[in-house]
């Protein structure tokens, strides 16, 4: 069996087929500047597959029309969807409010659904609804399934979730918190109790998902209990352009002394904060680099990244009391152990104490980098939302 994963984004469109059980990916690639006018020649739709990579140069108008390429380059590729094609389509779908947390296959009336919860995800959930209503055109017969970001923190008990608020502006706007990156936190968190070699509903643990975009998140039995992100992807840890935690007060602040309006200060916090808002660059590997070249900016981009990652791992260890394993993931948590060495730096009073040769042993596998006599264990754990989407749905629909 098959499945197609398709993650739409306001501008690109990322996808795999691949097999649920095995997690062999037969084909994968992305579609970028989606809307945007391009230089003749621009490569825009990127697709691999048994080896090969095959392109498509110039702009693409829309999710439509550029999954109508990507159609193209698969069957240019040896595989005809349109044929005997995917079993089923999984859809990463970032917000599902209140309504959805569970992979829900997908009718009519979820795809209104998904696009009403837009005031929530502004940027996210239309170009969601836009991807599974191409798909549904290209294969109406094939059942469609959304996985929800949201989904995993569904549970966060009322005290985590709650903003201190007015409750009646809060329940009128389904102001709460959220959680985003949930897909990876509950996948990573089941790798980690397979490495521990336990029943994910003994454990407890702290998972770390670094990437671009980052959260923090701790899992008690296999459900979270707390987590940093939380009405929209904006609050939490230090990101690669957005803010994380601020005074709140910041924003009126603004309002009056620097003459911002809304959407100026919704930008400023979203895309040009962050690493990039501290040092120039959003990209971690840029920011390691100016960093040892001895730039000022970076160096305190990184200082306050690892300060508020800490936080949040105090905070964590003290919500869940004993704490079984911390996992690292995600493209800095996975690649970066530096980060991972000073995240968790002296914390050998707490039972956590990290292995320097393991943490800077380059690998792609699933791995423990703490010492053997470390109480609370340290892994590395690749994530992979495209697995954990494709075995939802393959799961939903037998
Ligand atoms: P997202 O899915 O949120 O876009 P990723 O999980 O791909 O993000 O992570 C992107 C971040 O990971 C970037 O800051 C990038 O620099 C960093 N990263 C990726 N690979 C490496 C690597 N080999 N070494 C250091 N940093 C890396």
């Known amino acids: 069996m098959q499945v197609l994963v398709i993650n739409s984004g306001s501008s690109s469109i990322k996808y795999q087929l691949l097999e649920p059980d095995s997690g062999s990916v037969a084909a994968s690639g992305q579609v970028s500047r989606i809307g945007e006018s391009v230089a003749d020649g621009t490569v825009t739709v990127e697709h691999h597959s048994d080896g090969k990579t095959l392109t498509h140069d110039g702009a693409i108008a829309d999710h439509a029309e550029g999954l109508r390429v990507v159609f193209e380059l698969f069957a240019r590729g040896g595989h005809d969807l349109s044929g005997a094609g995917p079993a089923a389509v999984g859809h990463r779908v970032v917000h599902g409010g209140e309504v959805f947390y569970e992979p829900t296959l997908i009718t009519d009336e979820v795809v209104r659904t998904i696009d009403e919860l837009s005031a929530l995800a502004p940027l996210h959930n239309p170009a969601n609804a836009t991807g599974i209503r191409a798909i549904r055109e290209l294969l109406p017969d094939v059942p469609q399934v959304a996985v929800f970001d949201t989904a995993f923190f569904h549970g966060l008990p009322d005290a985590a979730k709650t903003y201190a608020i007015d409750a009646k502006v809060a329940a009128r706007h389904g102001i709460r918190r959220y959680g985003f990156h949930g897909t990876s936190h509950e996948y990573v968190a089941a790798q980690a109790a397979r490495l521990l070699g336990r029943d994910l509903t003994e454990v407890n643990q702290i998972v770390l998902h670094l990437g671009n975009g980052a959260s923090a998140s701790a899992i008690r039995a296999g459900r979270a209990v707390d987590t940093s992100m939380g009405l929209t992807p904006l609050e ?21 002394t620097a003459d911002m309006d809304i959407d100026a200060i919704d930008h400023l916090l979203n895309r040009d904060s962050g690493l990039k808002g501290l040092s120039g660059v959003n990209d971690f590997r840029a920011l390691a680099e100016r960093v040892d070249s001895g730039d000022p900016a970076a160096r305190l981009a990184y200082d306050v990244y690892i300060h508020r990652l800490r936080h949040y791992i105090g905070a964590y260890l003290i919500d869940l009391g004993e704490v079984h394993a911390i996992t690292f993931t995600a493209g800095v948590g996975e690649n970066t152990p530096r980060v991972r060495a000073d995240a968790l730096a002296a914390l050998t009073p707490f039972g956590i104490t990290l292995d320097p040769t393991r943490n800077t042993t380059p690998s792609h596998s699933p791995r423990p980098i703490s010492t053997p006599d470390s109480r609370t264990k340290v892994f590395v754990i690749p994530t992979n939302e495209e697995l954990a989407i494709a075995r939802a749905a393959a799961h939903l629909i037998t």
């Open 236 to 256: 939490g840890l230090v990101m690669g352009t957005r803010s994380g935690d601020l005074d709140p007060g910041i924003i009126p602040h603004l309002a009056r």
